[in-house]
């Protein structure tokens, strides 16, 4: 690919613009090794790849005209090779637009399956307490899984209509636990008050489970009433908590805590979902959207498949 892309640039390109669009081409491979785990590239390269790669170039403070003389260098590797230019693409315009007019964009990256595992063997550097290791496993967890909003699992201030322990239900066949299932309420949009059921599958091949994490903090917690996720006087973990707890998780696995937040597990769920081919109404509805506002976050990523 690297040679092939080098001999492209060099055939027909004035010696200034072939340093410019390598430069392209290095920024891109540090993003993809960065953000997908691989070095690996294979074009064509999707729509939202290239979205999230323009969100990486504005974080780095780079201006709309760099950034558009980047996608070119993309437009025109693809166009040499008989492939459709992404940097086409319909949202790819609009969010150049957004930046030529310097309107403020969400940047808030999505926390991916490799990142997941990543962010929760970093507990075993950030936190020293083995209880507090699996209560905040079992939160990332549940909050990508479950495509929860964190005020869902933690409390705001002053404000504590949270998941309580007795919301979650374990689901078993032929005596193994198979399910969580998690009945909320309390969450926006649900203007009539009825139940909703958010339904985690375990996996023995993931390397990290979430029913079998759930599993594991609920037999450190206990089945005393109060909220799922709790300290151990009972009291909800707050979504401050929450937050102190996720910084320094993103620091030593090097990611920018400005660009990832706790919303980013949930923006992951939703990117992860449209890459396994779901549709729009199943996304809507496993998110519990009230519209396709879900879009804005799709937008930004495509994940690697599970």
Known sequence: MVANLESLLSSV???RSCQSYRRAWS?????HTKFYKTETLRLPLSTASLALFISFLDARKMAPSTILSYLS?????HKMRGLHDPAKAFIIQKLLTSLSRRKSCDVRLPISKPILQDLINSLQHTNSSAAQRILFSAM??????GFFRIGELAAKSGCSTVVQYENLRLLTSAGKIHSAKITIRNFKHNTTNRPFDIVITGDDCLPCCPVASLLQYCKIRGDQPGP????????PISVYH??????????????DPRRYKSHSF????????????FSDAQIRALGRWKSDAFKL???NSTLPTF
């Open 13 to 15: 390109l004035s010696s």
């Open 140 to 145: 990332f967890l549940t909050a990508f899984y």
């Open 27 to 31: 920024l891109f491979r540090e993003f």
């Open 242 to 255: 929450f937050n102190s707890e996720l910084r320094p998780c993103l620091a030593f696995c090097g990611l």
């Open 297 to 299: 976050y799709i937008r």
């Open 73 to 77: 260098a993309i437009g025109f590797v």
């Open 228 to 235: 799922l996720f709790c300290q151990s006087d009972n009291r």
């Open 266 to 277: 949930r923006i992951g769920a939703a990117c992860l979902a449209a890459e396994k081919g």
